[in-house]
Nanobody, 122 residues
Framework: QVQLVESGGGLVQAGGSLRLSCAAL????????AAWFRQAPGKEREFVAF????????YYADSVKARFTISRNNAKNTVYLEMNSLKPEDTAVYYC???????????????WGKGTLVTVSS
């Protein structure tokens, strides 16, 4: 397992942008695949984006495709989520997770951060 710490959340107007960061502490992040999930108030946690350990493979939920970009800098032990054209329905707590699996089901994630809140006002 690896300790993950998210940052970069905040309040933004609709149409704006935010960049979330997920830093791995104590252990290297480079050997793990990583993903972002989010949980809106009263809703279940949902998948947002996935990136392979080599920074080559990326996958997105349909709801964020073409607006969000996941990337990573293994030298900095950090994964990012660039969010553009934000909508009020993107409001949620965003969680970073790590896995040794090639899928992005929540059940295969072995490490989770505590989350960072993103609020998009209309």
């Amino acid at each position: 397992q690896v300790q993950l710490v998210e940052s970069g959340g905040g309040l933004v107007q609709a149409g704006g942008s935010l960049r979330l960061s997920c830093a791995a502490l104590g252990r290297t992040f480079s050997s793990y695949n990583a993903a972002w999930f989010r949980q809106a108030p009263g809703k279940e946690r949902e998948f947002v984006a996935f990136i392979g350990w080599s920074n080559v493979s990326t996958y997105y939920a349909d709801s964020v495709k073409a607006r969000f970009t996941i990337s990573r800098n293994n030298a900095k032990n950090t994964v990012y989520l660039e969010m553009n054209s934000l909508k009020p329905e993107d409001t949620a707590v965003y969680y970073c997770a790590a896995t040794s699996d090639s899928s992005w089901y929540p059940s295969v994630m072995h490490s989770w951060g505590k989350g960072t809140l993103v609020t998009v006002s209309s």
